[in-house]
């Protein structure tokens, strides 16, 4: 099955901070998202991207489909942007998101 | 936010007993979906529906079942719970395959 791997696993920034966090995956994908899962454990949708750039607000993301990765980038960090974030894909025919392993994120004040 | 609501939202039952997670949605989506969350296993699928009465089996569907009677609920229903079912379950929607998916809040199964 697809592979998606995302890094760094933990990252620990000062509140301010800019951050990138990638997502690989190892076959054509027809849905890309990302998501942050909050302390309380709140799925929250960030982008549908499975091609090209979207902004909203300080996160911006970037997904190069021919390539077979995507960036998410977050800009002037806050303490609510900590918790972990997903990457997920779905492949074509395959009914189902196939999740990364997180990235947890960590914002010092 | 899209109209997902999950029941119970916390529940502690004991080994060999049956549980009945459920989903309802508000957004007359055709497809819902249920995942389980664990520690070093992330989110996996259990079993989706693309429309009522139509269901099929995700990767980890062994030991649950689900039913949908109506586009707004989908039931997920562990026969006899063991504790390897002890898991954080989420409820999906969306509008089609490729389509994003939205997630409910969550409920937390414990199985003693």
């Known amino acids: 099955g697809i592979q998606v791997e995302q890094s760094p696993p933990d990252l620990i920034l000062q509140e301010g901070a800019n951050s990138t966090l990638r997502c690989n995956f190892s076959?054509?994908?027809?849905?890309l998202q990302w998501f942050h899962q909050n302390p309380w454990g709140q799925l929250i949708n960030l982008f549908y991207?499975?091609?090209g750039t979207k902004q909203n607000g300080r996160l911006s993301a970037t997904t190069v489909a021919t390539e077979r990765y995507s960036l998410l980038y977050i800009s002037s960090s806050q303490t609510t942007d900590s918790g972990v974030y997903f990457c997920?894909?779905?492949?074509?025919?395959?009914?189902?998101?196939?999740f990364g392993q997180g990235t947890r994120l960590t914002i010092n004040p | 936010d899209a109209g997902i609501t999950q029941s119970p939202r916390h529940k502690v039952t004991e080994t060999g007993t049956p549980v009945t997670l459920r989903c309802h949605q508000t957004?007359?989506?055709?497809?819902m979906y249920w995942y389980r969350q664990d520690p070093g296993h992330g989110l996996r699928l259990i079993h989706y529906?693309?429309?009522?009465?139509?269901?099929d089996k995700g990767e980890v569907s062994d030991g649950y079942s689900v039913s949908r009677s109506k586009t707004e609920d989908f039931l997920l229903t562990l026969e006899s719970a063991t504790s390897s079912q002890t898991s954080v379950y989420f409820c999906?929607?969306?509008?089609?395959?490729?389509?994003?998916?939205?997630f409910g809040p969550g409920t937390r199964l414990t199985v003693t």
């Open positions: 991207i499975p091609s």
């Open positions: 957004e007359n989506h055709r497809y």
């Open positions: 076959d054509s994908v027809n849905n």
């Open positions: 529906s693309y429309g009522v009465k139509d269901t």
């Open positions: 999906a929607i969306s509008d089609g395959q490729g389509s994003e998916q939205y």
């Open positions: 997920a894909v779905e492949i074509q025919g395959a009914q189902k998101l196939v």
